[in-house]
């Protein structure tokens, strides 16, 4: 049983494009993030939903729009794709404050 | 704001070496502090933890103490294996902040 799980798992598209990657917990938490990972492994927050409303949304480009239909699903997407936008996207969830458990990863590679 | 320092990598070890790999963190109040890893190829798995001054989280061989008079989280193994070469995070959160704050991770590698 995977607890946290991402699709795709690997992203290959042209700049301009829009592209959504999807996450989704079975462990019944109620908060939900996303993580982005630069190329020399530095992780930051984006987004964070708790009871599929927003209570994080660091300095993101408005390009970037997370949805949370429900507490166990929150998908990212991205318009208008840009080179910089190159890295790898974690999803992770938690119970409120509690430890957060990550997904493993989504490569997003903008050519 | 809140930050994390760890040491810079790469880190490299022959197997059944003494690991340490530093950390400490800049916080208001008492934040809980984590060793997350990253093994090639993988998402984040949580390694260890502590939510209060003293408080040793272990894991694997693993040990962290949370000193609150040096602010620091130094992750500790006594022999290393092959399998634990991997990129490892020093994290913390803080409270009603729901976020993690994350140092820039150092890669380790052990060899036989």
């Known amino acids: 049983d995977t607890a946290v799980s991402q699709t795709p798992k690997y992203l290959v598209t042209q700049m301009g494009n829009d592209k959504s990657i999807k996450c989704e917990q079975n462990?019944?938490?109620?908060?939900m993030y996303w993580y982005k990972q630069d190329s020399k492994k530095f992780l930051k927050i984006m987004f964070s939903?708790?009871?599929?409303?927003?209570?994080i949304n660091e300095t993101v480009p408005n390009r970037f729009s997370p949805k949370s239909p429900d507490k166990a699903h929150l998908n990212l997407h991205i318009n208008s794709l840009e080179l910089g936008d190159s890295a790898v996207y974690f999803c992770?969830?938690?119970?409120?404050?509690?430890?957060?458990?990550f997904g493993p990863g989504t490569r997003l590679t903008v050519l | 704001g809140n930050s994390v320092t760890q040491m810079e990598g790469p880190v490299t070890l022959s197997e059944e070496a003494f690991l340490t790999i530093n950390c400490t963190y800049t916080?208001?109040?008492?934040?809980?502090l984590f060793w997350y890893v990253q093994y090639p190829g993988e998402g984040l798995q949580l390694l260890l933890k502590?939510?209060?001054?003293?408080d040793k989280g272990s894991n694997k061989g693993f040990e962290a103490t949370y000193r609150k008079e040096t602010t620091s989280f130094h992750l500790e193994k006594g022999s290393v294996q092959v399998s634990d070469s991997a990129v490892y995070f020093c994290?913390?959160?803080?409270?009603?902040?729901?976020?993690?704050?994350f140092g820039k991770g150092t890669l380790l590698t052990v060899n036989p």
């Open positions: 992770a969830s938690s119970r409120a404050t509690d430890t957060q458990y």
């Open positions: 462990l019944g938490h109620d908060t």
């Open positions: 939903y708790n009871n599929k409303e927003l209570i």
């Open positions: 916080a208001t109040g008492y934040p809980s």
């Open positions: 502590a939510t209060k001054a003293d």
């Open positions: 994290a913390l959160s803080r409270g009603s902040n729901y976020k993690l704050t």
